[in-house]
């Protein structure tokens, strides 16, 4: 919902996070039943890596997007989902506004989306009920930019990682408390 009072001190991010804010702050935010979701994706979601079929296509539907982020000690947690999402290939302009924390500009990126979801169909798990930490970082794991994708690797080969599958097992069979 962006930076809010007694939030934890920012993970990562190095020397931006001390006078702005990313889009990801706002991933969770409900703007009239939809959020509107932003990642790090160096200019583009590779939709191929999601479908083989959508090389020509500029966004896909009906798709199960999972956030993670670092836990303070180490390591990464879900933190919630999106499970019927829209991706797009490229940003889109958000036309809403969104404010951030006193004394912190929201960047760019505060006005850009990738992903779109009703707000029925995500979870923001609360913070006791992140456990599902088997989310692996580097090679087969989510990269420097916290982006995996599910189905292909750049080969177009299938990934044969048992942690998205657990990950997706989680999501589907999740029936606990939701922050939003």
């Given at each position: 919902k962006g930076?809010?009072?007694?939030?934890?001190?920012?993970?990562?991010?190095?020397?931006?996070?001390?006078?702005?804010?990313?889009?990801?702050?706002?991933?969770f935010?409900?703007?009239?039943?939809?959020?509107?979701?932003?990642?790090?994706?160096?200019?583009?979601?590779?939709l191929?890596?999601i479908?083989?079929?959508?090389?020509?296509?500029?966004?896909?539907?009906?798709?199960?997007?999972?956030?993670?982020?670092?836990?303070?000690?180490?390591g990464?947690?879900?933190?919630?989902?999106?499970?019927?999402?829209?991706?797009?290939?490229?940003?889109?302009?958000w036309?809403?506004?969104?404010?951030?924390?006193?004394?912190?500009?929201?960047?760019?990126?505060?006005?850009?989306?990738?992903?779109?979801?009703?707000a029925?169909?995500?979870?923001?798990?609360?913070?006791?009920?992140?456990?599902?930490?088997?989310?692996?970082?580097?090679?087969?794991?989510?990269?420097?930019?916290?982006?995996?994708?599910?189905?292909?690797?750049?080969e177009?080969?299938?990934?044969?990682?048992?942690?998205?599958?657990?990950?997706?097992?989680?999501?589907?069979?999740?029936?606990?408390?939701?922050?939003?």
């Amino acid at each position: 919902k962006g930076v809010m009072p007694g939030d934890e001190r920012l993970i990562g991010g190095g020397g931006w996070n001390k006078n702005h804010i990313g889009g990801e702050v706002f991933n969770f935010k409900d703007f009239g039943g939809h959020l509107y979701g932003y990642i790090e994706a160096k200019g583009s979601i590779a939709l191929e890596k999601i479908d083989l079929l959508a090389r020509d296509d500029e966004s896909l539907e009906h798709v199960v997007v999972i956030f993670v982020a670092p836990r303070a000690g180490g390591g990464q947690v879900v933190v919630g989902w999106y499970s019927d999402a829209q991706v797009s290939r490229y940003p889109v302009r958000w036309a809403g506004r969104a404010k951030g924390a006193a004394g912190k500009g929201v960047g760019s990126a505060g006005k850009l989306y990738y992903l779109k979801a009703t707000a029925k169909h995500a979870v923001l798990l609360p913070l006791h009920m992140r456990t599902f930490d088997g989310v692996p970082t580097g090679k087969g794991g989510m990269g420097q930019a916290n982006v995996c994708y599910r189905y292909y690797n750049a080969e177009g080969d299938e990934k044969d990682e048992r942690w998205i599958e657990e990950a997706l097992s989680y999501v589907i069979n999740y029936d606990g408390p939701n922050l939003l």
